[in-house]
Protein backbone atom coordinates (compact mmCIF):
# COMPACT_ATOMS: atom_id res chain seq x y z
CA UNK A 1 0.00 0.00 0.00
CA UNK A 2 1.30 3.26 -0.71
CA UNK A 3 -0.63 5.08 2.04
CA UNK A 4 1.33 7.17 4.55
CA UNK A 5 1.61 7.08 7.88
CA UNK A 6 0.13 9.17 10.38
CA UNK A 7 1.58 9.79 14.20
CA UNK A 8 0.20 9.87 16.46
CA UNK A 9 -3.21 8.03 15.79
CA UNK A 10 -5.19 9.98 18.29
CA UNK A 11 -3.97 12.94 20.71
CA UNK A 12 -6.03 14.56 23.84
CA UNK A 13 -4.79 18.43 24.62
CA UNK A 14 -6.14 21.07 26.76
CA UNK A 15 -7.23 24.60 25.25
CA UNK A 16 -4.68 27.09 24.34
CA UNK A 17 -1.96 24.00 24.05
CA UNK A 18 -0.56 23.36 20.53
CA UNK A 19 -0.87 20.46 18.33
CA UNK A 20 1.72 18.84 16.70
CA UNK A 21 1.12 15.94 14.23
CA UNK A 22 3.36 14.07 11.78
CA UNK A 23 3.13 12.14 8.41
CA UNK A 24 4.87 9.90 6.44
CA UNK A 25 5.12 8.88 2.88
CA UNK A 26 6.42 6.52 0.66
CA UNK A 27 6.78 7.75 -3.16
CA UNK A 28 8.12 11.20 -4.68
CA UNK A 29 5.26 14.02 -4.52
CA UNK A 30 4.35 17.11 -6.42
CA UNK A 31 2.72 18.42 -3.54
CA UNK A 32 1.31 17.50 0.65
CA UNK A 33 -1.85 18.51 1.65
CA UNK A 34 -3.68 18.77 4.86
CA UNK A 35 -7.15 18.39 5.39
CA UNK A 36 -9.67 17.98 8.30
CA UNK A 37 -12.80 15.99 8.98
CA UNK A 38 -15.42 16.47 11.74
CA UNK A 39 -17.15 13.23 12.69
CA UNK A 40 -19.08 12.19 10.01
CA UNK A 41 -18.50 15.18 7.11
CA UNK A 42 -17.15 15.74 4.46
CA UNK A 43 -13.24 17.26 4.25
CA UNK A 44 -12.45 20.56 5.00
CA UNK A 45 -8.51 21.53 2.73
CA UNK A 46 -6.09 23.09 5.15
CA UNK A 47 -3.34 23.86 3.55
CA UNK A 48 -0.91 23.09 0.87
CA UNK A 49 2.96 23.05 0.08
CA UNK A 50 4.84 21.85 -2.67
CA UNK A 51 7.52 19.57 -2.91
CA UNK A 52 10.11 22.73 -3.69
CA UNK A 53 8.88 24.47 -0.32
CA UNK A 54 9.66 23.59 3.08
CA UNK A 55 7.80 25.70 5.20
CA UNK A 56 4.29 27.40 5.40
CA UNK A 57 2.40 28.90 7.25
CA UNK A 58 -1.75 29.70 7.18
CA UNK A 59 -3.13 31.44 10.15
CA UNK A 60 -2.36 29.06 13.25
CA UNK A 61 -1.19 26.11 11.09
CA UNK A 62 2.12 25.36 9.84
CA UNK A 63 3.35 23.04 7.84
CA UNK A 64 6.56 21.76 7.07
CA UNK A 65 7.76 19.44 4.42
CA UNK A 66 11.35 17.08 4.28
CA UNK A 67 11.28 15.63 1.47
CA UNK A 68 14.63 13.75 1.83
CA UNK A 69 12.88 12.00 4.85
CA UNK A 70 9.48 12.22 3.15
CA UNK A 71 7.68 13.52 6.31
CA UNK A 72 5.54 16.36 6.71
CA UNK A 73 4.12 18.11 10.13
CA UNK A 74 0.85 19.68 10.82
CA UNK A 75 1.37 22.33 13.85
CA UNK A 76 -1.92 23.95 14.92
CA UNK A 77 -1.00 26.62 17.58
CA UNK A 78 -3.02 28.11 20.64
CA UNK A 79 -5.95 24.89 20.12
CA UNK A 80 -9.51 25.68 20.48
CA UNK A 81 -12.11 22.95 21.23
CA UNK A 82 -13.63 23.72 17.97
CA UNK A 83 -10.32 22.56 16.58
CA UNK A 84 -11.58 19.05 17.67
CA UNK A 85 -11.40 16.57 13.93
CA UNK A 86 -9.33 14.12 12.24
CA UNK A 87 -6.65 15.24 10.17
CA UNK A 88 -5.68 13.66 7.30
CA UNK A 89 -2.07 14.34 5.49
CA UNK A 90 -2.57 13.59 1.47
CA UNK A 91 0.48 12.84 -1.24
CA UNK A 92 -0.51 14.39 -4.48
CA UNK A 93 1.95 12.17 -6.49
CA UNK A 94 1.79 11.16 -10.29
CA UNK A 95 0.63 7.61 -10.47
CA UNK A 96 -1.26 5.27 -13.19
CA UNK A 97 -1.31 7.75 -16.03
CA UNK A 98 -2.93 11.30 -13.65
CA UNK A 99 -2.24 12.97 -10.36
CA UNK A 100 -3.46 11.03 -7.36
CA UNK A 101 -4.38 12.03 -3.89
CA UNK A 102 -2.93 9.16 -1.61
CA UNK A 103 -4.44 9.82 2.59
CA UNK A 104 -2.84 9.05 5.30
CA UNK A 105 -3.88 7.21 8.04
CA UNK A 106 -5.10 10.12 10.07
CA UNK A 107 -5.02 11.87 13.27
CA UNK A 108 -7.79 12.11 15.75
CA UNK A 109 -7.41 15.61 17.58
CA UNK A 110 -9.30 15.90 20.69
CA UNK A 111 -9.31 19.71 22.10
CA UNK A 112 -10.76 19.65 25.58
CA UNK A 113 -11.96 23.22 27.40
CA UNK B 1 -14.02 28.27 -3.99
CA UNK B 2 -15.41 25.82 -6.27
CA UNK B 3 -18.39 23.56 -5.11
CA UNK B 4 -18.71 20.00 -5.49
CA UNK B 5 -21.91 18.02 -4.85
CA UNK B 6 -23.24 15.07 -3.91
CA UNK B 7 -27.07 13.45 -4.12
CA UNK B 8 -27.96 11.98 -2.30
CA UNK B 9 -26.42 12.77 1.60
CA UNK B 10 -27.31 9.94 3.08
CA UNK B 11 -29.09 6.69 2.05
CA UNK B 12 -30.31 3.46 3.54
CA UNK B 13 -31.55 0.17 1.16
CA UNK B 14 -32.46 -3.07 1.63
CA UNK B 15 -29.87 -6.28 0.37
CA UNK B 16 -29.58 -6.95 -3.19
CA UNK B 17 -30.67 -3.39 -3.83
CA UNK B 18 -28.40 -0.80 -6.31
CA UNK B 19 -27.60 2.15 -5.36
CA UNK B 20 -26.86 5.52 -7.59
CA UNK B 21 -25.04 8.19 -6.05
CA UNK B 22 -24.41 11.28 -7.92
CA UNK B 23 -21.04 13.88 -7.88
CA UNK B 24 -21.35 16.89 -9.71
CA UNK B 25 -19.15 20.06 -10.55
CA UNK B 26 -21.64 23.01 -9.90
CA UNK B 27 -19.27 25.94 -10.83
CA UNK B 28 -16.24 24.50 -12.60
CA UNK B 29 -15.27 21.46 -15.31
CA UNK B 30 -13.93 18.75 -14.30
CA UNK B 31 -11.77 16.94 -16.39
CA UNK B 32 -10.98 14.62 -13.35
CA UNK B 33 -13.60 12.85 -10.63
CA UNK B 34 -12.30 10.16 -8.06
CA UNK B 35 -14.67 8.05 -5.93
CA UNK B 36 -13.20 7.58 -2.27
CA UNK B 37 -14.77 5.07 0.50
CA UNK B 38 -13.99 6.00 4.08
CA UNK B 39 -14.89 3.14 6.56
CA UNK B 40 -15.40 4.43 10.19
CA UNK B 41 -12.63 6.27 11.99
CA UNK B 42 -10.44 4.74 8.72
CA UNK B 43 -8.69 7.16 6.10
CA UNK B 44 -10.08 7.66 2.82
CA UNK B 45 -8.97 4.70 0.29
CA UNK B 46 -9.06 5.71 -3.48
CA UNK B 47 -11.74 3.45 -4.93
CA UNK B 48 -11.43 4.82 -8.91
CA UNK B 49 -10.28 7.40 -10.89
CA UNK B 50 -12.90 8.42 -13.89
CA UNK B 51 -12.25 11.03 -16.75
CA UNK B 52 -15.14 12.51 -18.83
CA UNK B 53 -16.18 10.18 -21.88
CA UNK B 54 -13.82 7.12 -21.11
CA UNK B 55 -14.23 4.18 -18.73
CA UNK B 56 -12.96 4.68 -15.10
CA UNK B 57 -9.59 3.08 -13.82
CA UNK B 58 -10.15 1.40 -10.76
CA UNK B 59 -7.51 0.71 -7.84
CA UNK B 60 -6.54 -2.69 -7.13
CA UNK B 61 -8.68 -5.05 -5.14
CA UNK B 62 -12.05 -2.60 -6.37
CA UNK B 63 -15.03 -4.75 -8.14
CA UNK B 64 -15.51 -3.04 -11.43
CA UNK B 65 -18.50 -5.57 -12.25
CA UNK B 66 -19.74 -3.79 -8.08
CA UNK B 67 -19.18 -0.26 -8.72
CA UNK B 68 -20.19 1.10 -11.62
CA UNK B 69 -18.89 4.64 -12.44
CA UNK B 70 -20.27 6.65 -15.36
CA UNK B 71 -18.56 9.92 -16.01
CA UNK B 72 -20.78 11.47 -18.77
CA UNK B 73 -19.78 15.04 -18.57
CA UNK B 74 -17.36 17.34 -17.60
CA UNK B 75 -19.90 18.16 -14.79
CA UNK B 76 -20.43 14.67 -13.58
CA UNK B 77 -20.27 11.24 -12.18
CA UNK B 78 -21.83 8.57 -10.80
CA UNK B 79 -21.03 6.13 -8.90
CA UNK B 80 -23.53 2.29 -8.34
CA UNK B 81 -23.14 0.72 -6.46
CA UNK B 82 -24.54 -2.94 -7.45
CA UNK B 83 -26.25 -5.93 -5.98
CA UNK B 84 -25.46 -4.17 -2.06
CA UNK B 85 -24.50 -5.77 0.61
CA UNK B 86 -24.47 -5.02 4.49
CA UNK B 87 -20.66 -4.69 3.83
CA UNK B 88 -20.54 -1.96 0.96
CA UNK B 89 -22.14 0.53 4.11
CA UNK B 90 -19.52 3.23 4.08
CA UNK B 91 -19.02 6.90 3.78
CA UNK B 92 -18.50 7.51 0.00
CA UNK B 93 -17.12 10.62 -1.02
CA UNK B 94 -16.25 11.88 -4.84
CA UNK B 95 -13.94 14.70 -5.62
CA UNK B 96 -13.11 16.82 -8.83
CA UNK B 97 -10.16 18.02 -10.46
CA UNK B 98 -10.51 21.57 -12.44
CA UNK B 99 -8.93 21.48 -16.15
CA UNK B 100 -5.31 21.92 -16.36
CA UNK B 101 -4.50 25.81 -15.84
CA UNK B 102 -0.71 24.80 -16.78
CA UNK B 103 1.43 23.76 -14.05
CA UNK B 104 2.04 20.31 -12.15
CA UNK B 105 -0.87 20.77 -9.85
CA UNK B 106 -4.46 21.62 -10.30
CA UNK B 107 -6.54 21.10 -7.24
CA UNK B 108 -8.81 18.66 -6.31
CA UNK B 109 -12.32 19.57 -4.47
CA UNK B 110 -14.45 16.97 -2.68
CA UNK B 111 -18.55 16.34 -2.14
CA UNK B 112 -19.88 16.32 1.10
CA UNK B 113 -20.19 13.21 1.13
CA UNK B 114 -22.92 10.49 0.83
CA UNK B 115 -23.53 7.80 3.52
CA UNK B 116 -24.43 4.51 2.95
CA UNK B 117 -26.55 1.97 4.82
CA UNK B 118 -27.23 -1.45 4.03
CA UNK B 119 -29.69 -3.17 5.86
Known amino acids: SQQGEEDPQALSIQEGENATMNCSYK?????LQWYRQNSGRGLVHLILIRSNEREKHSGRLRVTLDTSKKSSSLLITASRAADTASYFC?????????????FGTGTQLKVEL | GAVVSQHPSRVICKSGTSVKIECRSLDFQATTMFWYRQFPKQSLMLMAT?????????EQGVEKDKFLINHASLTLSTLTVTSAHPEDSSFYIC???????????????FGPGTRLTVL
Open chain 1, 90 to 102: ATDAFAGGGNKLT
Open chain 1, 27 to 31: TSINN
Open chain 2, 50 to 58: SNEGSKATY
Open chain 2, 95 to 109: SARDLPSGGAYNEQF
